[in-house]
Every structure is written in C-alpha cells, then in structure tokens.
C-alpha cells in the first residue's frame, strides 16, 4: 500500500514563500508521478504541479507557473515544492497523491483520477 506523508504548512504573509515536502512509501514501482493538489472549502480539488520519477520532468498549473519549483530525491522518494511570491489565493489545503505513471507530465491539466495514493493533506495560510 503506497502511504504518503506531507508537512511543511503553515502560516505566511502575503508575497511570502512556503516549502512542502511529501515523503512517499510502499511501492516497488521505478516509474512514478507525484502530483500536489490543493482545495479550498466549496471548491474542486485543484492541480497545482506534478513531476516525474523517471526524468524529473514537470508540470505546474497556470496559477503557479513561475511561482512553483518542484524536485524530487529519488533515493528517498520524497519531492518538494517549493512556492514563491505567496498571495491569499494560494490559501487551501494542499495533498501530495502517488499516481503509476501515465504520462502525467506530458500532458495538462492535472486529474485526481490519475493518481493512486492521497496524503492527509497539510494547511496554507497566506495572510494579506
């Protein structure tokens, strides 16, 4: 069973930055995806970025686009985002999701339905 583990919310004032780390485990797969979503009460879950196990290539949704750094370490199977130039709008709770690799970098937008595996979620809070 793929488990996941996100951390690294928090509180940030407006134009700050935030880095989130999702640890991933119990998977035997070389080739992976793993995505960071976000959702705000009342709204659909978002796609923010994704990225590639297999080359580290990378996906970031238009509302982050150049405010968004993803990396992984393949060693420990763990990625991180890192977010820049914070607004209030950035403000939700953010999932890290394990997905087997479809191709999922190549290809935009992001869909929860192409992922396996969820994390708990962690807070953003980005106050004006």
């Known amino acids: 069973e793929v488990q996941l583990q996100a951390s690294g919310g928090g509180l940030v004032h407006d134009g700050g930055s935030l880095s989130l780390s999702c640890a991933a485990s119990?998977?035997?797969?070389?080739?992976?995806?793993i995505g960071w979503f976000r959702q705000v009460p009342g709204k659909e879950r978002e796609g923010v970025a994704c990225?590639?196990?297999?080359?580290?290539?990378?996906y970031y949704a238009p509302s982050v686009k150049g405010r968004a750094t993803l990396s992984i370490d393949n060693s420990r199977n763990t990625v991180n985002l890192q977010m820049d130039n914070l607004t209030p709008d950035d403000t939700a709770v953010y999932y890290c999701?394990?997905?087997?690799?479809?191709?999922?970098?190549?290809?935009?937008?992001?869909?929860?339905?192409?992922?396996?595996?969820w994390g708990q979620g962690t807070l953003v809070t980005v106050s004006s």
């Open positions: 990225i590639s196990s297999a080359d580290g290539a990378t």
């Open positions: 999701a394990w997905g087997k690799w479809s191709g999922q970098t190549r290809r935009g937008p992001m869909y929860t339905f192409e992922y396996d595996a």
């Open positions: 119990g998977f035997t797969d070389a080739m992976y995806a």
